[in-house]
């Protein structure tokens, strides 16, 4: 176990019988994500998650590291097939509708354009697949029994993350007054993306100042949250290596 946790990381890994020092790159990526996910299911794992998240950065970068990018994203895609590749994943790719739409996002790398041509062929409108190999959540609002289970997600996961019991400050009716709040948001930012990004706020203040009022802070948190989404990201620009 402790040779797959130091091969894990992806920097080295070390071969006693043929002496060798190997760097993990995308060569060897298939096999290493292939057996994480061997190792995950024998320790009593469900399966792995994996999030890409904020993927429109790419269309920023130089066309060859752009390249080398959706290479990467079109070998996880590929991987996820369970036969010879990762065992009970999933993969979740998260961008902007530019990712989908511009000459340098997906449809600049044919794997991938043709993937998501072939998907988007069979999306029925104004029918609902959450479970479609695109989901579009400019049209696939929650409505707001879904933004309250996933406040209450949100909750639980910080409650173990950081082992102490919010829900005797976040009660039912705060929750609601944070998603009604969001709900009267308007369409600049994406509902459960700033009810996210609000909610874990919120957590983290709450935590540490256990005896300050929950209610009185909640606009002010929604406020400094939306902005800090609204604010575009300094893009850096990615090594060719």
Same mark, same amino acid.
């Given at each position: 176990?402790?040779?797959?946790?130091?091969?894990?990381?992806?920097?080295?890994?070390?071969?006693?019988?043929?002496?060798?020092?190997?760097?993990?790159?995308?060569?060897?990526?298939?096999?290493?994500?292939?057996?994480? @996910?061997?190792?995950? +299911?024998?320790?009593?794992? %469900?399966? &792995?998650?994996? #999030? $890409? *998240?904020? /993927?429109?950065?790419?269309?920023?970068? @130089?066309?060859?590291? +752009?390249?080398?990018?959706? %290479?990467? &994203?079109?070998? #996880? $895609? *590929?991987? /996820?097939?369970?036969?010879?590749?990762?065992?009970?994943?999933?993969?979740?790719?998260?961008?902007?509708?530019?990712?989908?739409?511009?000459?340098?996002?997906?449809?600049?790398?044919?794997?991938?354009?043709?993937?998501?041509?072939?998907?988007?062929?069979?999306?029925?409108?104004?029918?609902?697949?959450?479970?479609?190999?695109?989901?579009?959540?400019?049209?696939?609002?929650?409505?707001?029994?879904?933004?309250?289970?996933?406040?209450?997600?949100?909750?639980?996961?910080?409650?173990?993350?950081?082992?102490?019991?919010?829900?005797?400050?976040?009660?039912?009716?705060?929750?609601?007054?944070?998603?009604?709040?969001?709900?009267?948001?308007?369409?600049?930012?994406?509902?459960?993306?700033?009810?996210?990004?609000?909610?874990?706020?919120?957590?983290?203040?709450?935590?540490?100042?256990?005896?300050?009022?929950?209610?009185?802070?909640?606009?002010?948190?929604?406020?400094?949250?939306?902005?800090?989404?609204?604010?575009?990201?300094?893009?850096?620009?990615?090594?060719?290596?």
């Amino acid at each position: 176990m402790s040779t797959a946790i130091r091969y894990s990381p992806g920097r080295y890994r070390h071969s006693a019988r043929r002496r060798e020092v190997r760097r993990i790159d995308q060569r060897l990526a298939r096999d290493a994500t292939r057996s994480i @996910s061997v190792i995950a +299911r024998r320790s009593g794992a %469900g399966g &792995i998650l994996i #999030l $890409l *998240d904020e /993927a429109e950065r790419i269309m920023e970068q @130089s066309r060859p590291v +752009r390249n080398k990018s959706y %290479g990467i &994203i079109r070998d #996880l $895609l *590929d991987n /996820a097939d369970g036969q010879g590749g990762m065992q009970s994943n999933v993969i979740y790719v998260a961008a902007t509708p530019e990712m989908f739409q511009t000459e340098k996002g997906f449809p600049e790398y044919e794997a991938l354009r043709s993937r998501l041509a072939n998907a988007a062929a069979f999306i029925t409108p104004k029918l609902i697949d959450w479970r479609g190999v695109i989901v579009d959540l400019t049209k696939t609002p929650l409505p707001h029994d879904m933004l309250v289970q996933l406040a209450d997600r949100i909750i639980d996961i910080h409650a173990t993350a950081r082992n102490w019991k919010p829900r005797q400050y976040l009660t039912p009716d705060i929750t609601k007054q944070v998603v009604d709040a969001v709900e009267a948001q308007g369409a600049a930012v994406s509902k459960p993306r700033l009810l996210a990004s609000c909610a874990a706020s919120l957590l983290e203040i709450v935590e540490q100042n256990r005896d300050e009022p929950i209610a009185a802070i909640v606009i002010s948190t929604l406020n400094a949250a939306k902005q800090a989404l609204l604010k575009k990201p300094v893009i850096e620009k990615w090594e060719d290596g």
